[in-house]
C-alpha cells in the first residue's frame, strides 16, 4: 500500500494553485495512488455553509471572526476528510491549509503569525502537511491570472494581496514552506511541482 502523504498548495490570488492541485492529484493517480483532491473552505457540508458566511456576504467581517470560521471549517475538515483518508494510507491534496490562515489572517489581516498558528494547531489537532507548495509568482503575472473578484477576500484589493504575496515569501523559511515559481504554462508549473514534492509522496 502506497504510504500516506499529506500535500498542500498554497499561493495569493491568481497563482495558479488550484490549477496546479488539480494536475498534481491527476498525475499522481495515473501513477496508480490513491489520492484525495480537496480544498478549503467549504469542502463539508457544514463547511459549505461557513464558506458561504465567508466569502458571499459583503457585510463587514471582523477579522477575529473570519479567523474563527475557518477554523471551525478546517477542524471539520481535518476529522471527516483529510484524517481518515490518510489513515487509509491516501495522498491528500489540498487547496489551501492553515498556511492561508498564517498568512491572511495572521500577517495581511494583523491578528498575528503566532497567535494564528497556535489556533491551526488547535484546529486540526496538531494535523501538519508533509509539504506545503507555495506557488510565487508577480503581481502582474497574478491580476493577468486573477478572473473577475468573486467573493469577499478577492475583492479586499491590491494591497491587501501585496501584502498576502510578500507574507508568503517571508514566512516561507520559517515554516519550512517550500516556494516553487509559478510563472509558466500549466504543464512547466506542473513539474516543478511533481518535482518539489517527490521525496515525500514517493518515500515508500
Not at 461557513?50 to 475538515?77: G, K, M, V
Not at 483518508?85 to 489551501?96: F, N, Q, S, W
Not at 508533509?130 to 486573477?146: I, K, P, T, W, Y
Request: glycine content about 10%; charged content about 30%.
Amino acid at each position: 500500500m502506497t504510504a500516506c502523504a499529506f500535500v498542500v498548495l498554497e499561493g495569493g490570488e491568481g497563482s495558479g494553485k488550484s490549477t496546479q492541485a488539480r494536475l498534481l492529484a491527476g498525475r499522481l493517480e495515473g501513477e496508480g495512488r490513491e489520492v484525495v483532491l480537496t480544498f478549503e473552505p467549504g469542502a463539508t457540508p457544514r463547511g459549505a455553509a461557513l464558506r458561504a458566511a465567508l466569502l458571499d456576504d459583503d457585510r463587514p467581517l471582523d477579522p477575529r471572526a473570519e479567523l474563527l470560521l475557518l477554523s471551525a471549517d478546517r477542524a471539520q475538515h481535518v476529522e471527516e476528510v483529510i484524517r481518515p483518508a490518510l489513515e487509509r494510507g491516501a495522498i491528500v491534496v489540498c487547496d489551501r491549509h492553515a498556511p492561508s490562515s498564517i498568512v491572511y489572517q495572521g500577517d495581511a489581516r494583523g491578528l498575528g503569525v503566532d497567535s494564528v498558528a497556535e489556533i491551526c494547531r488547535y484546529a486540526t489537532g496538531g494535523l501538519l502537511p508533509d509539504v506545503v507548495v507555495v506557488l510565487d509568482v508577480s503581481e502582474q503575472v497574478a491580476s493577468e491570472r486573477r478572473p473577475e473578484a468573486t467573493d469577499r477576500i478577492e475583492r479586499a484589493g491590491p494591497e491587501f494581496h501585496a501584502r498576502v504575496r510578500a507574507a508568503y515569501r517571508s514566512l516561507a523559511p520559517q515554516f519550512g514552506w517550500l516556494l516553487v515559481d509559478g510563472e509558466g504554462t500549466p504543464d512547466v508549473v506542473a513539474e516543478r511541482v511533481r518535482a518539489t514534492v517527490s521525496p515525500v509522496v514517493d518515500r515508500r
